[in-house]
């Protein structure tokens, strides 16, 4: 089944900014987020696909790379390239290439390593990529995660050389030194780097009996993070020396560590600024109270004044998430949801008609004003 378009996942146009772009994808991911479609399928692969359309559009580079050549920027079999009509396929990644050295911006950050100009020398390690669910509050508040992480680390029994202890290197017997294979499809040559030694042109007579001559081995690493206040979905941490172990002595890669906020259940978040309805009974909102409003760091007290209206919005200064950046906090808006009541008993429902007995009209301004417009509409 063909992918579909990444804007039409996220409802947007081709022109429209990186606000808008990640407006759509925080309120589409509310929506069709696990925790709130418990068992839905549907939902949670929508949420996936959500995922994956925001990582392509919020890069400025991945953006442009996809505009070009949509999904085949991100397939590896079109950057390998193939024939076709018109004289073969066109990688997109070339044009990155030429400002990197040979390496694309996609090779750098997601699993790109050192580079293979020189398969003989230390090989710095893959970057890796590691998704993290976290609570709301964590996400506003900040705070320090544990996570495991199993990725290939250097070989303990033979330190990571892929040889027993005395064993010689022998030339490959796959490419016989050169480091790489030509295979002919048709009438067309491809040079590829041979898969038996890869690159180097030599292999170990007695592979490693741990790693089998790969000098590496996937183990399970626990990891701290600190989470900085204010991140919010999308935000990309980098644990440093974290990523897959280098190749001949190569320094590893880093981990780049991707975050999910879970929806809230009271709260709903705009940039730094968090949004919270709170019910008020109808004679609270006729004849003014005080009450209290959650926070994320306790309880505060509003007043609301006599005659207030469904839908008024109150603001807490500074009470929302802290800004990345260090421009201090956003603002708590808390708007006020009149409840009107319900299972009324026969005594209730007396009280509440003698005192609709006493008003004159001018008690309901709006309401007044609607019919007197509507009167004016049918003469």
């Known amino acids: 089944m063909a992918k579909r378009d990444y804007y039409e996942i996220l409802g947007v146009s081709r022109d429209s900014s990186d606000e808008d772009i990640k407006k759509a994808y925080r309120k589409l991911a509310v929506k069709f987020h696990p925790d709130k479609n418990p068992g839905d399928h549907t939902a949670e692969e929508r949420f996936k696909e959500l995922g994956e359309a925001y990582e392509a559009l919020s890069d400025g580079q991945k953006r442009a790379a996809y505009d070009q050549y949509g999904h085949d920027a991100f397939d590896p079999r079109a950057r390998a390239g193939r024939a076709g009509a018109g004289g073969g396929f066109h990688d997109p990644f070339d044009i990155f290439r030429e ?24 090989q710095r390690g893959d970057d890796l990529r590691y998704d993290l669910e976290i609570e709301f509050e964590e996400a506003v508040l900040g705070c320090e995660k544990e996570i495991t992480v199993t990725k290939p680390e250097r070989c303990g029994s033979c330190e990571g050389s892929g040889a027993q202890p ?16 030509i295979r002919q499809q048709s009438f067309i040559s491809i040079r590829q780097i041979c898969p038996t030694c890869e690159g180097v042109g030599k292999v170990v007579e007695h592979p490693c009996r741990t790693c089998h001559g790969s000098g590496r081995r996937d183990q399970p690493s626990t990891i701290k993070l600190r989470i900085p206040a204010g991140v919010d979905t999308g935000a990309r941490l980098r644990s440093s020396g974290n990523g897959s172990a280098g190749l001949r002595g190569g320094p590893p890669g880093d981990l780049y560590v991707v ?23 109808f004679v609270q909102a006729s004849l003014g109270a005080e009450i209290e409003v959650p926070t994320l760091n306790g309880k505060a007290v509003i007043k609301v004044p006599p005659g207030t209206q469904p839908g008024t919005l109150f603001r807490l200064k500074g009470k929302g998430a802290r800004n ?40 309901n301004p709006k309401s007044q004003s609607f019919f007197e417009k509507a009167k004016r509409l049918f003469q």
């Open 166 to 181: 005395g064993s010689k290197t022998k030339t490959c017997p796959t490419c016989h030194g050169r480091g790489e294979v």
């Open 324 to 363: 990345l950046q260090g421009y201090g906090h956003g603002d708590l808006h808390v708007r006020i949801d009149v409840e009107v009541p319900t299972h009324l008993s026969s005594t209730q429902k007396a009280k509440l008609q003698e005192f609709s007995d006493l008003c004159s009209g001018k008690e």
């Open 259 to 281: 975050l999910h906020v879970k929806a809230h259940e009271i709260f709903q978040r705009d940039g730094d600024d968090l949004l919270c309805e709170v019910p008020v009974s």
């Open 99 to 122: 400002v990197f050295g040979g390496q694309t911006i996609f090779d750098q950050f997601f699993g790109g390593g050192g580079g293979r100009s020189d398969p003989t020398q230390p």
